[in-house]
């Protein structure tokens, strides 16, 4: 069974980063795609960043690109979130997503797997 541990959260002043690790165990997800998702207090969840599972492609929300890096580490089994120049609208649950897959397809945004979150609050 594949189990998705973040780790890295926490509380950051507005222009401030953090760097987000999930750690994937059961299982190696080299061959998977990966991705960060983000729920705001209140609102929906987001996909903010995802990676195939070469690094080869790479998608960004709107709402981070510029200012968030994902990477992995296949031979560690990681993938983190790199994220600067934060600002308070980032703050929210951050969660790590995996799924049955090489490649993230906007057609079918559905993931298979879900790390606990991790509380990124940022500060004005």
């Known amino acids: 069974q594949v189990q998705l541990v973040e780790s890295g959260g926490g509380l950051v002043q507005a222009g401030g980063s953090l760097r987000l690790s999930c750690a994937s165990s059961g299982r190696t997800l080299s061959s998977n795609a990966m991705g960060w998702c983000r729920q705001p207090p209140g609102k929906e969840r987001e996909l903010i960043a995802a990676i195939s599972w070469s690094a080869g492609r790479i998608y960004y929300a709107d709402s981070v690109k510029d200012r968030f890096t994902i990477s992995r580490d296949n031979a560690k089994n990681t993938v983190y979130l790199q994220m600067n120049s934060l600002k308070p609208e980032d703050t929210a649950v951050y969660y790590c997503?995996?799924?049955?897959?090489?490649?993230?397809?906007?057609?079918?945004?559905?993931?298979?797997?879900w790390g606990q979150g991790t509380q990124v609050t940022v500060s004005s």
């Open positions: 997503v995996a799924k049955e897959g090489r490649y993230y397809n906007h057609a079918d945004p559905s993931w298979h797997y």
